[in-house]
């Protein structure tokens, strides 16, 4: 037969009104109370001034102690004795000095000053303390009055009233701390970024969270006590799960459900996504529960197989690729090295890959290598330099080298990239053509001082002497050219002037200017050797030319 609240209540308030003369009574009722109220606290005040009436006290007060054993009223009678500090103060020095009482959950008495009055007598408490619970006890009862009335049988009675209440309390921790860990649960379970689920032992869902949700596409609402296999298993993946889950939960052994698994899972619409399930073993009420996080892998997988994919692509297109590639780890170990490159350097794969990027190169240039490595490093700048490979039983060979940093996902370096390009034909027809330079170069300066010797010859020459270019024009002339045939102009002013301007300058000076002029012009038009060219000179002087 079933009580109504209403019931319960009404019987509580004869209980209350009912005399209580005993001890016995009182503890009755204060199990009562302290069972059904739903406050533990609210039925102290009536309990406490039961206990001061059977044994005509003063005051009582429940109270328990923090750490720094500050006093913590409960509830007292009269409600005034709760409120008076000297009074607590007095309590609270007691019950601190008897800790060692209090941890073993037993009674004492001292006397009271706080509360004597005059003609009234000297006042005692009787402390009386709950078994402790981890060390704390969570009920104390401090019942004051003339020492004639704490009586061994008070003394018990008080501590069974303490007892009662702790445990009363201790239930009301224990509910809110198991109200507080689920909900803690409840909340990482739904807050969880990875989807959740459980099934009874019966293999129906009994756990759904918000990201099983979004991973599937299935509301909780539509699944719980439906069948995990039903649900979220592809239809071929069904006899194999099942019988796994059902050996699992019936005998303990894990067999495959052990650590993390893949295994594609059925959404709400028919499409699969491949997950990752990492089972936990789940006991409640002696029965074997699954349990499985639930990771979504297809986007894991998509990037592994774009990476792969890549990867696939960079080898191939490196293998293909008319210049060496070598990749390396942050400390220069290469880790990758495709065929060209091997022929360059004469190393196998076998003996570039795990080797010092320094293996292939002339050991002269690796200290400049790593130099202008460094530099470039510090400019946040890829390398670019021509360099030597190690020698070998062939020609000299040199490379135009690139390297550069391959960043992360964090944007730091994780390793290095370069490319080799073979410049040997570059460097061997630059160094041709600097041998040619040398040697042109070397002939101007012979030149030059060819140059300088017919000048300075030229100058110092008694016969006159006139040097042309082959467009007529002069390029020499000296002083006693000049002076031969009366030229007052400077011999430096006539350097650029058609040579023809002064054969009619100076035909004036010869008896047959005539023919001077017209011997003169066949010479230079003949551009041969031409020697002794006699021509008169009034006054019966010769002239003896020559032409070059």
Known sequence: MTRSRTDSAADLTKVSSRPINSPVELLDFAVGQVLREHGTVDALPKILARLTAIFDCRAAIAFQQDADQKLIVLAAHPRRAGSDRALRAEISGLSAAR?????????????????????????????????????????AVALIGAAAQLTAEAQVTTRTLATIVAAQIRHA??????????????????GAPDAIVAASADLRLVAFNKAAEELTGWRRAEVLGKGLADVLVPERERPTVMAGTRSYLESGDRGAYTGRMRLPVLRADGTERMVELTPVPMTIESQVHFCGFLRD????????????ESEMRFRLLS?????????????????????????????????????????????????????????????????????RLRPTDTDEVWVHTVAVPI????GRPCGYLSAVTNISARKRAEAEQQRLLNAEQEARRGLADQTARLNSLIAAAIPGALVSDENGRITQINRSFCDLFGIKDAADELIGTPATEIVLRIKGV?????DFVRRTGAAFAARQLVQHTVS???????????FW
Not at 173 to 190: G, H, K
Not at 297 to 308: C, G, M, Q
Not at 536 to 546: A, I, K, Q, T
């Open 510 to 514: 010869f008896t047959d200017p005539g």
């Open 536 to 546: 008169s000179v009034p006054g019966g002087r010769r002239g003896d030319g020559h």
């Open 407 to 410: 960043p992360a996902a964090d």
């Open 173 to 190: 921790n224990d509910t809110a701390a198991l109200a507080e860990r689920q909900a803690r649960t409840e909340a990482l379970v739904e």
């Open 297 to 308: 892998l297809s986007d894991l997988e998509l990037a592994h197989a774009t990476a792969r």
């Open 319 to 387: 293998q293909l690729a008319p210049v060496g590639i070598m990749q390396t780890d942050l400390n220069g170990i290469c880790t990758f090295a495709n065929v060209r490159l091997c022929e360059l350097t004469g190393l196998s794969l076998t003996q570039s890959v795990g080797a010092s990027w320094s293996a292939g190169f002339h050991p002269d240039d690796v200290s400049r290598l790593e130099q202008e490595w460094h530099q470039a490093v510090g400019r946040n700048d890829e390398l670019r330099t021509d360099c």
């Open 99 to 139: 800790g060692d009482v209090g941890a073993e959950g037993a009674v004492s008495q001292a006397p009271l000053t706080a509360v004597d009055r005059p003609g009234s007598g000297r006042m005692t408490v009787l402390l009386a303390f709950s078994p402790p619970d981890a060390g704390h006890c969570l009920c």
